[in-house]
């Protein structure tokens, strides 16, 4: 009679590592690891390569002052339109929006419509500072120096302005298809941020100035329409929740000692949630990159390059430095507009990939395309745009 075997335990099978150069084992390693690894490698055969450009244009100069009277238009900021990806919302120097055709079958990116806006008392360039489409494109607004303009995307033609009782610098979208409130938030250069009801069109909500210092850059949490980061010049940064309205939630640290110091020593000029919202991703006035745990609000321990940023984001001191991550990804990648072409590498490893930095021009905006995965940016009045492609034998990651 066969004896019945015990059934114990399982035992864990471990995954294992092959360094494919030198044909050995590295060890054991935890499931999670071997899978960033994996997608790491993959992200090492895979190359953002410039795919296709907008021809460079010359403009009237719509502002009427000793200036010549046409001038390259530079792009300040720009965002692909999320329902469709098919239309290209660029704001530039010269007090203009316009919207680009990029869709799939066109060979060079064509403005089909160019408006200007309203002339702002407050600055006399008339500069807009940011712009962002509604969730379902048929709504697009644009930030200037005293107000927040909402196009009808169809007409393009303003269907509501919301003058502001201050300077405001930036402002960001709340309003998605399943939200349940319709907000702008708008940040000033006295530290308050404005929640405007998109319904009614007027300011619902007034967050307290902490520092009384310009908030350049402003992010959304990606997975809660409640929360927000805000970037000042004082180098700190701070996450708000709409809930409670007088003071923050939480104060970035680049220490866990529990001093009063500052978030950055330089001012923040860019700030980005990535990995489902869990870190965000900082630039400084100077260039320098830092991760952030947003559950604790300390400093990640990866350690990134400074960005060489373009003359236009280290002079013009009334807009954020607009840069882009992938979305809703563990292993995501982020996308540097610098002075020398766009710089793109994964988050986590801080390896560059490949193609990274192949054009040696200024690029001074940058964003990502959640439908075709690419990214696009603005360098003066160019508009390019990189795809991902599988690196060719031969070619080595730029460092």
Known sequence: MQRALGVGPKKRKSNRIIDLDMQRSIGAISSMEYKRRTIINEINNVAYSLHKTSLPAIYINPIRTGAPNFVQDDILGMEVDPR??????????????AIYNVSQNVKIFDQMKRMTIPHDPIDNNGSPNSAHWLWDGTVFTVCTMDSVHFWDSFTCKIIETVKMRTKVLNHVMAAKKYSANKLVAVTGIEGHVFLIDMFHGIVV??????????IRTISWHPLNELQYVTGNDNGNIYLWDIRYQLNYVLKFQRDDSGAPVSSLTN???????????????????????????????LLRPNHYEPVLLCDLNKNHIFKDYQFAVTEHLKEDIVFFPSKKGMRIFDIESG????????????????????????????????????????????????K
């Open 84 to 97: 469709e990806s098919k239309c290209l919302l660029v704001i530039s120097r010269y007090n203009s929006v």
């Open 205 to 214: 909500m007034t967050m307290k100035n902490i520092e009384n210092k310009p």
């Open 267 to 297: 001012p923040v000029i860019g700030l980005r949630f990535y990995n489902y919202g869990n870190d965000i991703i900082s630039v400084d006035s100077i260039g320098g990159i830092n991760t952030w745990e947003v559950s604790t609000g």
């Open 351 to 398: 390896e560059h990939l490949p193609f990274s930095n192949d054009i040696s021009i200024p690029m001074n905006c940058a964003t990502y395309d959640t439908k075709r995965f690419c990214v696009y940016g603005g360098s003066n009045d160019v508009i390019k745009v990189w795809t991902p492609e599988k690196k060719t034998g031969g070619i080595e990651c730029l």
